[in-house]
């Protein structure tokens, strides 16, 4: 597994769902690395019944287009899995930045039951997989995929397929959604900083009063402990709130 690290974010390279069946797709429908922080939305624009080959023949067609996973309607309704860590083919120049996702069903037909379902176990999995410390958002067309962001395909070239504006999901029930199975917001890069700052000054503060404790155990006075308790709690208050190092006069 590919591990990419740099801030304001980790990005991870995704590992098997382990919710999803492996389908792999053939190797030549690849180009390079994937280091995505977002997803792209797709309108399979085929129903499975009565051709059931129709999937297997989708990926393994001469057509130059790839993409990372399917999701298949009720009664069938499953997450395939058909490749892993590398760039696909299926949103041309969002193919470097985000991860494909076929959903079975012709527009505009709705996303709906167990395939809805499905997408938001996939997506939460996704977003946890890669350690994406922003909440989900819906994404527009920039140079790059920013973290978190949900794409449809015309987002990144003139098509038809548009899951979003077809009215097949709505985005803002998906993104509401998502955000009540994330159950708590992971901290930002700059919050997990300010967290790991407190704890050193705390961690330096125990350490003071204990070197002061045992000082004061041999040479020290009840008078000279209280006057350092004060000092040492004074100067944690000036640093938790960001003054820096310099102690207050």
């Not at 590992?15 to 797709?42: F, M, N, Q, Y």
């Not at 696909?88 to 505009?108: D, F, K, Q, R, S």
């Not at 009215?167 to 300010?194: C, F, G, R, S």
């Amino acid at each position: 597994m590919s591990h990419w690290k740099g801030p304001p974010f980790d990005v991870m390279a995704p590992a098997r769902c382990p919710d999803a069946i492996w389908l792999p797709g053939p190797g030549w429908k690849i180009s390079g690395v994937l280091e995505a922080t977002g997803v792209t939305l797709h309108s399979a624009e085929y129903d499975l019944d009565p051709d059931d080959k129709i999937l297997f023949n989708a990926l393994h067609s001469e057509r130059k287009a790839s993409w990372h996973f399917t999701i298949t309607k009720d009664p069938f309704a499953f997450i395939f899995q058909h490749y892993e860590d590398v760039i696909t083919w299926h949103c041309g120049p969002g193919n470097p930045y985000t991860i494909g996702i076929e959903l079975e069903g012709v527009a505009p037909a709705i996303v709906e039951g167990p395939q809805y379902d499905l997408l938001v176990r996939l997506l939460k999995w996704i977003k946890e997989d890669r350690g994406w410390s922003r909440v989900w958002h819906r994404g527009r067309q920039t140079a790059t995929a920013w973290m978190s962001s949900i794409y449809e395909h015309q987002d990144w070239m003139n098509t038809s397929c548009a899951v979003f504006s077809n009215n097949q999901i709505d985005p803002v029930k998906l993104i509401a959604d998502l955000k009540e199975e994330d159950m708590a917001e992971i901290p930002t890069y700059e919050e997990h900083k300010k967290l790991e700052r407190r704890v050193e000054l705390l961690e330096e503060a125990a350490r003071a009063r204990a070197f002061h404790e045992k000082w004061l155990a041999t040479m020290g006075t009840a008078s000279e402990s209280i006057r350092w308790e004060q000092y040492i709690d004074k100067v944690q208050a000036w640093r938790l709130k960001g003054n820096g190092w310099a102690p207050p006069a």
